[in-house]
């Protein structure tokens, strides 16, 4: 089945420092979802993408469409220790269809830890 | 406005048993989405249903059932319930009404249900 490697896997950063993580594909996606995910919480979404090379912005994050439609990535900027969480990729497969209609495939996420 | 609901908080069956899990959607949204999110893992895909019709099923025994009401309420059943089965149950709704941007979920906060 279709699966999304996210990296790294976890994060150690001091508050104030920037934050990279991707996420990777074997087929390819036409839409790219980032979540977050506290604890005892479902995810929220963050930022939607839906055009390979798009840039969108959503206040200190940033996430990109990967040109080979087979990666995203994602930077927060600055960050503050409410950053906290987990962030997971999401995405339907570009044949998503019949019984796979509306159906989103998730990375394992990366845990990140925000040291004041 | 409110966001998606979901009831039990909590939930704690024997190995057997069957359980029921609620959610309401966002006001206005007609498309809710389930998944099973076992600790350390991203959300898995259970069923999609839209103008209570299903429309997406995950690889998920037969045990899981679900339907959506009139008020686009949904109900999710488990039956001959697993310890294997124990996880966070997270409801998802979708207001969008281009398939696009159908994938655009948001997430309630989930039942925890625990089998022992």
């Known amino acids: 089945g279709q699966q999304l490697n996210q990296s790294p896997q976890s994060m150690f950063i001091q508050e104030g420092e920037d934050v990279s993580m991707n996420c990777t594909s074997s087929s390819i996606f036409n839409t790219w979802l980032w979540y977050k995910q506290d604890p005892g919480e479902g995810p929220v979404l963050l930022i939607a993408l839906y055009k390979a090379g798009e840039l969108t912005s959503n206040g200190r994050l940033t996430a990109q469409f990967g040109i080979t439609r087979k990666d995203s990535f994602l930077n927060i900027s600055a960050s503050i220790p409410s950053d906290v969480g987990i962030y997971f990729c999401a995405g339907p497969p570009a044949n998503a269809g019949g019984t796979s209609y509306g159906k989103l495939t998730f990375g394992q996420g990366t845990i990140l830890t925000v040291h004041p | 406005d409110a966001g998606v609901t979901q009831s039990p908080t909590h939930l704690i069956k024997t190995r057997g048993q069957h359980v029921t899990l609620r959610c309401s959607p966002i006001s206005g949204h007609k498309s809710v989405s389930w998944y099973q999110q076992v600790l350390g893992q991203g959300p898995q895909f259970i069923f999609q249903y839209y103008e209570k019709e299903e429309r997406g099923r995950g690889n998920f025994p037969d045990r899981f059932s679900a339907r959506q009401f009139p008020n686009y309420s949904s109900e999710l059943n488990v039956n001959a319930l697993l310890l294997g089965d124990s996880a966070l149950y997270l409801c998802?709704?979708?207001?969008?009404?281009?398939?696009?941007?159908?994938?655009?979920?948001?997430f309630g906060p989930g039942t925890r249900l625990t089998v022992t």
């Open positions: 998802a709704s979708s207001g969008k009404n281009t398939r696009r941007h159908s994938y655009e979920q948001y």
